[in-house]
């Protein structure tokens, strides 16, 4: 395997922290005819409480506790003080059905969409960006004989072009005042032949890379958002991760740290247990399996160097207080260094 293969770019922060971890989801639309409908669940509130018209407080309480519903074309969930809406394109009722079997994101939507973003650094672009197939199966540690994968992209790459997302951020967990914003579609214009995908990429998920692509300078060039290095090595090495790995892993690259902790050598990131199974979205679960899949993401991800108390120590805490407890995670500071490893790692697998 050639490592050089594998640059450094750079991701915009609130994209990598905001949107990629939203791509982890597991049939988004499985049960879509199933599930209520909004207005038939404020109606049927209304009438429990002989009211003709519900508060904003009311309306997101009894939503909240229904925690996923429909809304036209939109499936919305809810995560305690927020609410993500997973819109479907403008399908006719004819081929909506079918539309809504081939929209797969989960652990590959997430890598593909990585990929995507490394490629608009690497190439320096947003529009009519050209990927190789070839390339994008590289990136995900596949060879060209398993045959599986390729529909698998290409229905990420489906699901890429056709969904669309919102988010409404309540602004405390008991307010009905929401601050919303609507992210689109992630990838627009999606053309494949035998060899190559031809995309261009929405601009509110390059965020600021845009300006450091464009090379801006001056008061035109908005870094508000913040960006971060992105080791491209990690896609190929990620390839066996479970989902809480891979939104474990993101997350050890963005965050910056504990100023009071870092160190020359190491990044130090400080978190409770619970605060870091939230990231990971290890959720409805019961205590036990929550922990072992927190531990058990915490071995996968092979960029930690080690974690305060170690994970042998942490195992054999009780379940009962066992997110309350804080956990250091040390990962190389200098993105050479850690790119270094992780190459390493890869020619030592093959």
């Known amino acids: 395997m050639n490592t050089q293969q ?123 960006l050209v990927i190789s197939k070839e390339k994008i199966l590289r990136y995900l540690g596949y060879s060209s004989y398993e045959k599986q994968i390729y529909r698998q992209i290409d229905d990420v790459m489906f699901s890429l072009s056709n969904l669309n997302y919102y988010i409404h951020e309540y602004k405390t967990n008991t307010s009905g005042r929401v601050k919303c914003k609507e992210w689109g579609w992630f990838v627009y214009a999606v053309k494949a032949d035998s060899k190559n995908y031809t995309l261009s990429v929405n601009h509110n998920f390059v965020g600021c890379i845009q300006a450091v692509i464009n090379n801006e300078k001056g008061t035109n060039r908005d870094l508000s958002r913040g960006y971060y290095s992105f080791p491209t090595a990690l896609l190929p090495a990620s390839r066996d991760y479970s989902a ?73 805490m009780k379940s009962t207080k066992f997110t309350e407890q804080i956990v250091r995670i040390y990962i190389p500071s200098d993105i050479e260094k850690l790119d270094d490893s992780i190459k390493s790692n890869l020619l030592a697998v093959k």
């Open 244 to 316: 809480p790995a891979l939104l474990l892993a993101n997350f050890l690259l963005l965050d910056s740290g504990n100023s009071k902790l870092n160190t020359g050598k190491s990044k130090i990131v400080a978190y409770s247990i619970g605060r870091l199974m939230e990231i990971m979205k290890i959720e409805n679960k019961r205590k036990n399996e929550a922990k072992d899949a927190f531990l058990d993401a915490l071995e996968e991800v092979t960029i930690i160097n080690k974690t305060q108390p170690p994970i042998s120590e942490l195992r054999k």
């Open 6 to 128: 594998f640059p450094i770019v750079k991701i915009d922060r609130t994209t990598g922290q905001e949107m990629l971890p939203l791509l982890i989801q597991k049939g988004i639309f499985s049960d879509f005819q199933n599930l209520p409908l909004k207005e038939e669940i404020l109606s049927a509130e209304c009438a429990r409480l002989g009211v003709d018209i519900l508060t904003d407080e009311q309306k997101r309480q009894v939503l909240a506790s229904v925690g996923k519903y429909r809304s036209h074309n939109f499936i919305v969930r809810h995560y305690g003080n927020y609410q993500v809406g997973f819109g479907i394109a403008n399908f006719s009722d004819e081929n909506i059905a079918g539309a809504l079997e081939r929209v797969s994101l989960h652990k590959l939507g997430l890598r593909v969409a990585q990929i995507i973003l490394s490629e608009v650094y690497a190439q320096r672009k947003t529009v009519d």
